[in-house]
């Protein structure tokens, strides 16, 4: 268990719908990231906040957008579904200091849009 | 161009065997961190081994072990004695220490099956 949780496991909606995913980081972690795991194109990194902060963006759709609240649970609004943004979502922590730290991950949200 | 790069899209090898999954890089900066990860068929993604540019020594975690060639810009996984439960995915990433950026850039993977 890496201590990162993400709700929900699986979402299915309709194309043009909006959802909302959410992650807790482990206990400690400032950072956050979002990554979005799909068959044609891999693992793909979308958006990084830290301690309530936009720091990185990678990425992202303006249909995407992401916040880190001041608990540090971080959500990520998908608007305007379409067919293509069927994929999996990991949520990701990790400490800030160290350039050796590891991003631990999530079990991530499957989406479904149909 | 691509950051990093694994050619082998599947790989098989026998239970007790040792095996090795490559990966190679494309950077400039002379600071970066090379990370591999291991996805189930479940799909979390979990953290294997690390290795730093300016480590000397090749990285071990137990049965995981980094075939580090810095000339050759290759990070190559090697897991020994082989189990079962070994069957996933492996994605090797980096992380580039100039771009200032912490998140990981990571490849295609490779997805291995380990035979009774």
């Known amino acids: 268990d890496s201590g990162v949780t993400q709700t929900p496991k699986h979402l299915i909606t309709a194309t043009g719908q909006r959802v909302t995913l959410r992650c807790s980081p482990r206990?400690?972690?400032?950072?956050v990231y979002w990554y979005q795991q799909s068959l044609d194109q891999g693992l793909q990194f979308l958006i990084q906040y830290y301690n309530g902060e936009e720091r990185a963006k990678g990425n992202i759709l303006e249909r995407f957008s992401a916040q880190q609240f001041p608990d540090l649970h971080s959500e990520l609004n998908l608007s305007s579904l379409e067919l293509g943004d069927s994929a999996l979502y990991f949520c990701?922590?990790?400490?800030?200091?160290?350039?050796?730290?590891?991003?631990?991950f999530g079990n991530g949200t499957r989406l479904t849009v149909t | 161009a691509q950051k990093i790069t694994q050619t082998q899209p599947g790989m098989f090898v026998q239970e007790k065997e040792a095996v090795t999954l490559d990966c190679t890089y494309d950077t400039s900066d002379q600071s970066y961190g090379l990370f591999w990860y291991k996805q189930p068929s479940s799909g979390e993604m979990i953290f294997l081994i690390y290795q730093g540019s300016y480590d000397e020594q090749n990285a071990t975690e137990g049965r995981y072990s980094l075939n580090f060639q810095k000339a050759r810009k290759s990070a190559n996984l090697v897991i020994s004695a082989s189990q079962l439960g070994d069957s996933a995915m492996y994605f090797c990433?980096?992380?580039?220490?100039?771009?200032?950026?912490?998140?990981?850039?990571f490849g295609s993977g490779t997805r291995l099956q380990v035979q009774p």
């Open positions: 206990s400690g972690d400032l950072s």
């Open positions: 990701a922590s990790s400490v800030e200091e160290g350039f050796s730290s590891p991003l631990h």
């Open positions: 990433a980096m992380r580039e220490k100039a771009t200032g950026r912490r998140a990981l850039t």
